[in-house]
């Protein structure tokens, strides 16, 4: 495969990555905001489905493409101060989503699919919304951060 392809692949998994987990943010805030608990739901469906959709291929193109030229090109690429900078922030992130963002997700969806029906929202769902959005400020400003490691490559 050309180098041209690949960082072509690989900034690709980075728009679709970071442009989902902002947009989402966006919406759901919306949705949370008309208090509207039949929006609510379906918005809390479609965070967990846009993940499916465009972070989870986003992350997995970020990863391979990016792998695949630093071992190709490169070597030992671990001795490289930004690529291992751009790396660890990426993993950092990637674990908030697996051990908090997700788990929180699927249990805001499954009282979503509750309070659609009946109209009151639960002080726990809105709890679980500020951890959610904790954790996943923190979760996106670390691939912010990547994105000056992997263009200034500083030494």
């Known amino acids: 495969m050309s180098y041209a392809l690949l ?3 690989h900034i690709l998994g980075v728009v679709l990555l970071l442009g989902n987990v902002i947009v989402t943010a966006w919406w759901k805030g919306m949705a949370n905001r008309s208090g509207d608990a039949r929006i609510i739901a379906f918005a809390q469906r479609q965070v967990t489905l ?10 997995a193109l970020i990863v391979a493409s990016g792998d695949y030229i630093a ?6 690429s671990w001795d490289i101060g930004w690529l291992t ?3 660890l922030l990426f993993i950092t992130s990637g674990l908030i989503w697996l051990c908090a963002l ?3 997700q699927i249990r805001q969806a499954r009282m979503a699919r509750t309070f659609a029906n009946d109209d009151r929202i639960p002080e726990r769902y809105w709890r ?4 959610w959005y904790g954790l996943g400020i923190v979760a996106v400003l670390l691939p912010l951060a990547n994105l000056y490691w992997m263009v200034f490559k500083p030494a």
């Open 7 to 9: 960082k072509s692949l």
């Open 102 to 104: 997700v788990p929180i």
């Open 85 to 87: 900078w751009g790396r």
């Open 128 to 131: 679980l919304n500020r951890w």
């Open 50 to 59: 846009t993940d499916w959709l465009f972070t989870l291929p986003g992350a």
């Open 71 to 76: 071992y190709a090109l490169i070597g030992n």
